[in-house]
């Protein structure tokens, strides 16, 4: 079977499975599984789904990307892809799994919104399997299972990896898994565990919130990578006429800008390309945006979607985006744009104006 990774990368050295995955593998195919009913989480680019195609499985997509690798490896494997097999993870799961097999995400927030759905669909004797990397152990992946099971157990290590075996759920009261930001003007933002970013405004956020001044002549305006659409909610508030758009990749994100933004100019997208945003249609873009894929860096990401923007802009029309200094994404941004302007920095961020 061939998997690969979606989006593609030029860097040989991120793989689309890793040893983690395969002993997640390995601790289904030593049981009977043609009678079991297995949920997934976390499986990035479909290697569980195309691996376990003979048995009865429910894949949690967190992510459209995910969505998409699925369906890209499925169909390259010749196996249907059938997405009334895909849930997300705030699903209400009707049918009771015996198993649920789960690669850890890195944000434990993230892992414990898994465990608590997971403590709602999983059958009494049922089995969890959640495997990492053993560099990326922390005490807390214990606390955080004990909180939803009795029993948590460890593998043996293999090829750097190991899994921890969670028996006997708890018998638990359902409970929205949701962080409270505050926005230092008495305002409040609500996300979704495992949102960016975990318990305050980013740093980078901020700094590109209190430098962010908005013309008033700008009617359509786009939030990228929004996470809990903090950006798109600072625009509101100095333009509350405008019409927002805000897109993000991860479910959650979107299902939490929801929480924050209202209003009936406002279109959310699931999505990880601007794709269905029109051509020259868009004053405005702000956006921090993604380098940090789980454990790895990326920017190749952003450099794609950055020729989306430009794609979507109006002529005249401005992208606005704060990053991290030592990214430098300036030459990247000056071979996209006509004109590229730094237009303040700090020690560690830096805020770039460009106008196409
Ligand atoms: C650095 S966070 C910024 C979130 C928010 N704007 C803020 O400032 O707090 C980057 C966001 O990019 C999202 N993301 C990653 N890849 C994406 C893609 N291809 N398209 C859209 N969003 C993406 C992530 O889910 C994450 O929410």
Known sequence: ?????????????????????????????????????????????????????????????????????????????????????????????DQKVDMALMK??????????????INTCIKGEGVVY????????????????????????????????????????????????????????????????????AKEIDKATQFFINNLHVEENTNEVLDLAAGNGVLGYTIQKQLPNCKLHIIDDFYLAVESAKLNLKGEDISFHYNDTLKEIGEN????????????????????????LFKEVSYCLKQGGKFQMVANRHINYGPHLERIFNKVIRVMQNDKFEIYKCIK
């Open 281 to 304: 249609s868009i004053d405005l873009v702000v956006s921090n945006p993604p380098f940090h894929f789980e454990y790895e860096t990326n920017i190749e990401v952003s450099l794609r």
């Open 104 to 117: 850890v995400p890195k944000s434990l927030h993230l892992f414990e919104l898994y465990l608590a759905q």
């Open 1 to 93: 079977m061939k998997i690969i990774r979606y989006p593609n990368t030029t860097d040989r050295s991120l793989k689309p499975w890793s040893s983690a995955d395969e002993l997640l593998l390995e601790q289904v195919l030593g049981q009977n599984v043609s009678e079991k009913k297995i949920i997934t989480y976390n499986d990035r680019f479909g290697y569980l789904n195309c691996q376990l195609h003979q048995c009865d499985v429910l894949s949690v997509i967190s992510y459209k990307s995910q969505e998409k690798s699925h369906k890209i490896n499925r169909e390259n494997n010749g196996l249907i892809f059938d997405d009334t097999r895909f849930v997300n993870p705030l699903s209400s799961i």
């Open 130 to 197: 959640c495997s990492f990397m053993t560099r990326h152990f922390t005490k807390q992946l214990l606390s955080i299972s004990y909180k939803y099971f009795e029993l948590v157990e460890q593998s043996l290590a293999k090829k750097k990896a190991r899994v921890l075996i969670l028996k006997k759920k708890k018998e638990l009261k359902e409970n929205e898994l949701i962080n409270k930001l505050s926005l230092g003007d008495g305002q409040i933002l609500k996300q979704y565990y495992g949102v960016f970013s």
